[in-house]
């Protein structure tokens, strides 16, 4: 079992930054892939990026591709979302997800991770 919390939302003008962050606790952090997703209004769960266990594996969506990092610090049990030139399109509410399986199959779906945390608001004015 893995808790999961975000933070580090809020509002921002486009082209600034935010880091989201999510502390996980529960047992062994460092075998969980770990992926962000968005939701905004009236829309599915879209994936935005994920990490494999040792964080030696990225992947991103299309869309914030060179613009977002994601990272995890096993250490301290916690997974990072660098977010840079926002724009009024990454408006949403941010989801953290972990997945236990041994594979990185389906890592973009999020059917594939079994917890997720509450989410944190990221809103982007023009």
């Known amino acids: 079992q893995v808790q999961l919390v975000e933070s580090g939302g809020g509002l921002v003008q486009a082209g600034g930054s935010l880091r989201l962050s999510c502390a996980a606790s529960?047992?062994?952090?460092?075998?969980?892939?770990m992926g962000w997703f968005r939701q905004a209004p009236g829309k599915e769960r879209e994936f935005v990026a994920a990490?494999?266990?040792?964080?030696?594996?990225?992947f991103y969506a299309d869309s914030v591709k060179g613009r977002f990092a994601i990272s995890r610090d096993n250490a301290k049990n916690t997974v990072y979302l660098q977010m840079n030139s926002l724009k009024p399109e990454d408006t949403a509410v941010y989801y953290c997800?972990?997945?236990?399986?041994?594979?990185?199959?389906?890592?973009?779906?999020?059917?594939?991770?079994?917890?997720w945390g509450q989410g944190t608001q990221v809103t982007v004015s023009s």
């Open positions: 997800g972990a997945r236990g399986a041994n594979t990185l199959v389906r890592i973009h779906q999020p059917s594939a991770y079994e917890f």
């Open positions: 529960g047992r062994a952090f460092s075998s969980y892939a």
């Open positions: 990490i494999s266990w040792s964080g030696g594996s990225t």
